[in-house]
């Protein structure tokens, strides 16, 4: 779904970034800027939203918040939270000190 279409948008996105970017003026606006906002909202939604679903260990369902949080919190989060760091928005943060 929209998961996997901003995995293959970030995938195809950031290398191109890194090598064409990387020595810009820190004032400079990148050009997808409001795009990586969008997609770091996305991400970061997406972990809060996987403390809400049920989920399954062991042939069992889990659906009570705090055996889903365990769960979640024992695997997947850590990967989560850090693979979506939100650059983008400390970007546009400092884009608010340039003249």
Known sequence: GISAFFLIYSALVTPVLVGFFWNVDPCYRMPT???????????????LVNFAIATHLQNTVVDTPWGVAKI???GGFWFDIGT???????????????V
């Not at 800027?33 to 972990?47: C, K, P, R, S």
């Not at 983008?88 to 000190?97: D, G, P, R």
């Open 72 to 74: 979640y919190l024992s």
């Open 33 to 47: 800027l409001e795009i990586d906002m969008a997609v770091d909202g996305f991400f970061i939604a997406e972990i």
């Open 84 to 98: 979506s760091m939100p650059v983008s928005f400390i970007e546009h943060a400092s884009l608010a000190s340039c």
